[in-house]
Antibody
């Protein structure tokens, strides 16, 4: 059973870059059957897809965040990361990492981390 | 940008049946959009319920079912229980590697 765990600073200053890491256990991020994604949830609001990456290094980002987002992998540590630049208070949210399963006609988010709250404030 | 629409809230009586829907601001939802549904209770991570329109995720009770109804994806709960009171989100694949969540439906069981 794969498990995902987010880690990173709980507080980031405005205009800085928000860095988060997702550590994956019970499965390899280099497995070809999966994508690795980030999703966020503003306080009291709905889920927002941020982007994801494939083991090949291909990345796909939400059009609304594309200019500020980078998702990348650290295969030696079986981790993938999110960097969101030029943050403002509007980026305060719970950030989730998730695994996206692809194959046999299905394509969906099948495993989730517990989420980590990041607050943007000076 | 296409918006994925869901009812903001819904109420069902214990033991009753409720159908939540997931539509597009323009166009129809089809199986090619890989509709999936997620349940979330306050303070918890989302839980995958349904994927590929109508396949239940492992461990999901069979009172949850998915379908396409008309031009929307639908999640039906048959025999609602108190612990089904949650937020429900649909997720659609827009193509070109892009996914969009619906705004979520807050389901009350009372």
């Amino acid at each position: 059973q794969v498990q995902l765990q987010e880690s990173g600073p709980g507080l980031v200053k405005p205009s800085q870059t928000l860095p988060l890491t997702c550590t994956v256990s019970g499965g390899s991020i280099t497995s070809g059957a999966y994508y690795w994604s980030w999703v966020r949830q503003h306080p009291g609001k709905g889920l927002e897809w941020i982007g994801y990456m494939y083991s090949s290094g291909n990345t796909y980002y939400s059009p609304s965040l594309k200019s500020r987002v980078t998702i990348s992998a650290d295969t030696s540590n079986n981790q993938f990361s999110l960097k969101l630049s030029s943050v403002t208070a509007a980026d305060t949210a719970v950030y989730y990492c998730a695994r996206v399963s692809y194959g046999s006609g299905s394509y969906f988010f099948d495993s989730w981390g517990q989420g980590t709250l990041v607050t943007v404030s000076s | 940008q296409t918006v994925v629409t869901q009812e903001p809230s819904f109420s069902v009586s214990p033991g009753g049946t409720v159908t939540l829907t997931c539509g597009l601001s323009s166009g129809s939802v089809s199986t090619r959009d890989y509709p999936s549904w997620y349940q979330q209770t306050p303070g918890q991570a989302p839980r995958t319920l349904i994927y590929g329109t109508n396949t239940r995720s492992s461990g999901v009770p069979d009172r949850f079912s998915g379908s396409i109804l008309g031009n929307k994806a639908a999640l039906t709960i048959t025999g609602a229980q108190a612990d089904d009171e949650s937020d429900y989100y649909c997720l659609l694949y827009m193509g070109s590697g892009i996914w969009v969540f619906g705004g979520g439906t807050k389901l009350t069981v009372l």
